[in-house]
C-alpha cells in the first residue's frame, strides 16, 4: 500500500489485534460465532499483512497476485455461504492487491508518460535522454502515487460502504443504542450477556472496517 510508515505500522497493529482476538474467539467462543469470528479473524490478519509498509519490509513481486488470488476465492466462499458483509470486504481486499499488482499508468492512461520532460521542454529527446526521463519516471512513480491506483468510482462507492458500516455498526455498540432496541420476548437475559466478549467481536469488526477506510484512501 502507498500509506506513510507510521499509518502502516498502526495499520498493523489494529488488524493484527482484531485478527487475534477473533481467531481465539473461534476456539473458545459460542459455537454460532466461531464460523464468523474464524472468517474475520483471517481477513484481519490479511489487511495487517498488506499493510504493511514497503520500506520496513519489502514483499516479492508476486504477492499482490497471491492476495487477490487468496481474497478473491474467500470472496467468492463468502457469497456461496450468503454472508454478504464478508464476501464485500473481501472482494474489497483483492480490489486493494490488484491495485497494487497493476501499475497506476495502466489504470490512468492519461498519466505522466504524455506529460512534459524533466526540464520542462516539449521538444524531441534523443533516445538516452528519452530512456532516462521514462527510468526516473518509474523509479519515482510509487513514491509520489500522483494518480489513484484503482478505480476512483469503485473505490469511492467501497468507501461509501464502510462510512455507512463503521457508523451504524459503532453506534449500535453503544449501550443505550442497543438497550433500547426491540427484541424478542425472553431474550433479555442473552442480550445483556452481549456486551462481553460478544461486544468486543462487534468492536473488531468497527475497527476493521475503519482499517479498511484507512487502507482505500491510500489505492
Known amino acids: 500500500m502507498h ?6 505500522w498502526l495499520l498493523v497493529l489494529l488488524c493484527a489485534t ?4 477473533c481467531l481465539v474467539r473461534a476456539r473458545t467462543g459460542p459455537a454460532g460465532d466461531r ?8 481477513m484481519a490478519l490479511g489487511m495487517a499483512a498488506m499493510a504493511l509498509p514497503a520500506s520496513a519490509v519489502t514483499p516479492p513481486e508476486w504477492s499482490p497476485w497471491l492476495f487477490t488470488a487468496l481474497f478473491g476465492a474467500a470472496g467468492v466462499w463468502a457469497l456461496v455461504r450468503r ?21 497506476s499508468a495502466h489504470m490512468n492512461p492519461t498519466g505522466s508518460m504524455g506529460a512534459a520532460g524533466p526540464t ?28 489513484p491506483g484503482g478505480v476512483p468510482l469503485l473505490t469511492g462507492l467501497l468507501l461509501a460502504y464502510f462510512t455507512v458500516y463503521v457508523i451504524a455498526a459503532g453506534v ?16 433479555g437475559a442473552e442480550q445483556s450477556g452481549d456486551a462481553g466478549p460478544s461486544g468486543v467481536l462487534r468492536a473488531c469488526r468497527v475497527a476493521m472496517g475503519i482499517g479498511m477506510l484507512a487502507m482505500l484512501l491510500t489505492v
Not at 500509506?3 to 502502516?8: D, I, T
Not at 464460523?35 to 483471517?42: I, K, M, N
Not at 534523443?126 to 519515482?140: E, F, G
Open 35 to 42: 464460523e464468523d469470528a474464524r472468517g474475520e479473524g483471517l
Open 18 to 21: 482484531a485478527g487475534v482476538y
Open 120 to 147: 520542462g521542454s516539449t521538444g524531441p529527446m534523443s533516445p538516452t535522454s528519452s530512456m532516462s526521463s521514462v527510468s526516473s519516471v518509474s523509479s519515482t512513480g510509487a513514491m509520489e502515487h500522483a494518480g
Open 172 to 187: 449500535r455498540l453503544v449501550p443505550g443504542v442497543r438497550a433500547a432496541e426491540s427484541v424478542p420476548e425472553g431474550a
Open 3 to 8: 500509506e506513510p510508515p507510521l499509518v502502516g
Open 83 to 103: 454472508h454478504l458483509h464478508h464476501a464485500v470486504g473481501t472482494f474489497a481486499m483483492a480490489y486493494m492487491a490488484l491495485a497494487m499488482a497493476v501499475p
